[in-house]
């Protein structure tokens, strides 16, 4: 199994452009979510779904779309790039959405994005 | 205030050490996640405990829920034990979100 895929691994943009960073996984998860990690904090919640065509916000979700017709794809959208969403970009999912004991999380390997 | 909190920020040690991460918490938890991260790479579940301890290798986590406090060993700790190391609690419930610590930056030297 090839786990949670994140596309691409880089990537530069101007501001004002628009890309879709892409996260596929193959578990069968019900969870998925995206995460910023920032320089001296901790990783943030952009966006998560509980299952195909459910999705919510987390604690950072301005300025990001996502959607989710499929259980294994979960895409995130810049709608407009600005120099603050430079960071890296974790997708991350797990077999449970929540639960009382919550389930392991299994992350990508980060797509690191620069806005100019 | 981040309700996870980690010590310390940067931790170095020689190689062999016995190494303690600490995690504490303010919110009442369901499950408490460790994570290890390299430079420049992904991130890796390490342990997910609700109650007690456990162990996978030269790694231990305990757990004291009473005292919303968790703790990272490294037995033997080793240069490619070098990482980050994260916590992040899961309050369970309806709720399906982590909040996590800053992370504490180890690194082993030889």
């Known amino acids: 199994n090839a786990g949670v895929t994140q596309t691409p691994k880089f990537q530069v943009l101007k501001t004002g452009q628009s890309m879709t960073l892409q996260c596929a996984q193959d578990m069968n998860h019900e969870y998925m979510s995206w995460y910023r990690q920032d320089p001296g904090m901790g990783l943030r919640l952009i966006h998560y779904s509980v299952g195909a065509g459910i999705t ?3 604690e950072v979700p301005n300025g990001y ?3 989710r017709s499929t259980t294994e794809d979960f895409p995130l959208r810049l709608l407009s790039a600005a120099p603050s969403q430079t960071s890296v970009y974790f997708c991350a999912s797990s077999p449970q959405a929540g639960g009382y004991t919550g389930q392991p999380q299994h992350f990508g390997d980060g797509t690191r994005l620069s806005i100019l | 205030k981040n ?8 931790l170095t040690a020689q190689e062999g050490e016995f190494i303690t991460i600490n995690c504490s918490y303010s919110v009442g938890i369901s499950a408490l996640h460790w994570l290890q991260q390299h430079p420049g790479g992904g991130i890796v579940s390490l342990f997910m405990l609700s109650s007690g301890k456990k162990k996978h290798g030269r790694l231990i986590a305990t ?6 406090h968790s ?4 037995t ?7 990482a980050v190391y994260i916590c992040a609690a899961h309050s369970g419930g ?3 979100k982590l909040t996590f610590g800053k992370g504490t930056l180890l690194t082993v030297n030889p």
């Open chain 1, 56 to 58: 919510d916000q987390g």
């Open chain 2, 3 to 10: 309700e996870v909190e980690q010590s310390p920020q940067n």
């Open chain 2, 76 to 82: 033997a700790s080793h240069p490619r034990d070098s």
């Open chain 1, 65 to 67: 779309n996502v959607s």
């Open chain 2, 63 to 68: 757990i004291n829920i009473q005292e919303k």
């Open chain 2, 71 to 74: 703790s990272l060993h490294i």
């Open chain 2, 94 to 96: 309806s709720n399906y």
